[in-house]
């Protein structure tokens, strides 16, 4: 027991490293949940910047949140990751409407976002300036560059962004939950005074253990 201010208060307990595959799991399950809080909260704040007047909005916002939420969603179903979201994961959320196509439009504008474009003229044009028709000598008097910027999705895109990250969040977080039952009972098995030998583990944030709502609906 530790005493503050006169009264007993309990000790916490020692919250130790745990590397076992099923720690692993759980791991990247919570990372799957973070990641998707991210793009929720990207949509949150681009709704925000969608809602002004087109002459107060900020120039780089909209494009640094959008292509942020992006590459979040879809770094969600890498391959390579344990418990890395699939398209079958889409296809059974409790979601009306085209999901799985807009899913897969979200990949799509990500790989644009991040990809290096094969026609350099997807992204700048180049032209010349001429001297005026009609007057006097025809010749090239200049380059001009014109840059495209990336197109932003519509409010309607990005509540749907926020929607589906929400959904896919709470179903994460059921997953998460029964893993950390196959996860205790994995330390369970475990020899106690290696246990007791391991490292403190200091959590740097609050345990994601449930979905959050959705702030872009």
């Not at 990641?35 to 809602?51: N, P």
């Not at 197109?151 to 309607?156: F, K, Q, R, S």
């Not at 990005?158 to 929400?166: C, D, E, F």
């Not at 345990?207 to 872009?216: R, Y």
């Given at each position: 027991?530790?005493?503050?201010?006169?009264?007993?208060?309990?000790?916490?307990?020692?919250?130790?490293?745990?590397?076992?595959?099923?720690?692993?799991?759980?791991?990247?399950?919570?990372?799957?949940?973070?990641?998707?809080?991210?793009?929720?909260?990207?949509?949150?704040?681009?709704?925000?910047?969608?809602?002004?007047?087109?002459?107060?909005?900020?120039?780089?916002?909209?494009?640094?949140?959008?292509?942020?939420?992006?590459?979040?969603?879809?770094?969600?179903?890498g391959?390579?990751?344990?418990?890395?979201?699939?398209?079958?994961?889409?296809?059974?959320?409790?979601?009306?409407?085209?999901?799985?196509?807009?899913?897969?439009?979200?990949?799509e504008?990500?790989?644009r976002?991040?990809?290096?474009?094969?026609?350099?003229?997807?992204?700048s044009?180049?032209?010349?300036?001429?001297?005026?028709?009609?007057?006097?000598?025809?010749?090239?008097?200049?380059?001009?560059?014109?840059?495209?910027?990336h197109?932003?999705?519509?409010?309607?895109g990005?509540?749907?962004?926020?929607?589906?990250?929400?959904e896919?969040?709470?179903?994460?977080?059921?997953?998460?939950?029964k893993?950390?039952?196959?996860?205790?009972?994995?330390?369970?098995?475990?020899?106690?005074?290696?246990?007791?030998?391991?490292?403190?583990?200091?959590?740097?944030q609050?345990?994601?253990?449930?979905?959050?709502?959705?702030?872009?609906?």
């Open positions: 027991m530790v005493k503050s201010n006169g009264k007993a208060q309990p000790t916490p307990p020692l919250t130790v490293a745990l590397d076992t595959p099923s720690a692993r799991v759980l791991a990247d399950q919570a990372s799957v949940i973070q990641d998707l809080q991210f793009v929720m909260d990207c949509c949150k704040r681009l709704l925000g910047e969608l809602g002004r007047p087109e002459e107060e909005r900020d120039g780089v916002a909209p494009q640094a949140l959008w292509s942020s939420a992006l590459v979040a969603y879809a770094r969600c179903f391959g390579g990751r344990p418990s890395g979201l699939t398209v079958k994961d889409v296809q059974d959320l409790p979601l009306q409407g085209a999901v799985t196509k807009f899913h897969e439009w979200v990949i504008e990500r790989e976002f991040t990809a290096f474009p094969a026609d350099p003229f997807a992204i044009k180049i032209g010349v300036a001429l001297s005026p028709a009609g007057h006097g000598e025809r010749r090239v008097e200049g380059v001009a560059i014109f840059s495209t910027s197109a932003l999705i519509d409010a309607t990005v509540r749907q962004l926020g929607g589906l990250a929400s896919l969040a709470k179903q994460t977080a059921v997953k998460a939950r893993q950390e039952d196959t996860v205790l009972a994995d330390a369970q098995q475990l020899d106690i005074a290696s246990l007791y030998e391991a490292p403190p583990l200091l959590p740097q609050p345990p994601a253990e449930a979905a959050p709502h959705n702030p872009a609906g």
